[in-house]
């Protein structure tokens, strides 16, 4: 089953989002950029959707988009609503 992303969210953790979105050193970056100027999934979604990209040391790799949305809704970085 796949977990459903669609609809508002609201960040919760602003403080690490931005850190996540500004350390351009992580080539996740670029989702939290698109997380923290996006207020619907789709919104994230047709900005970096098409993205996937290889974290150093990482054994999950490629990451995309989903991936980066579902970890931060996981760990209560943002809320659904």
Known sequence: MRTEV???YRLVDDIYLRKKA??????VHVF????LTSLTY???FAKVGH????KPNFKENPVNARDEILDA???ARINDG
């Open 32 to 35: 939290y950029e698109a997380m």
């Open 42 to 44: 789709e919104a994230y």
């Open 22 to 27: 500004s350390d351009t050193s992580d080539p």
């Open 6 to 8: 669609s609809g508002l």
């Open 73 to 75: 809704r996981r760990n």
């Open 51 to 54: 993205i996937e990209v290889v």
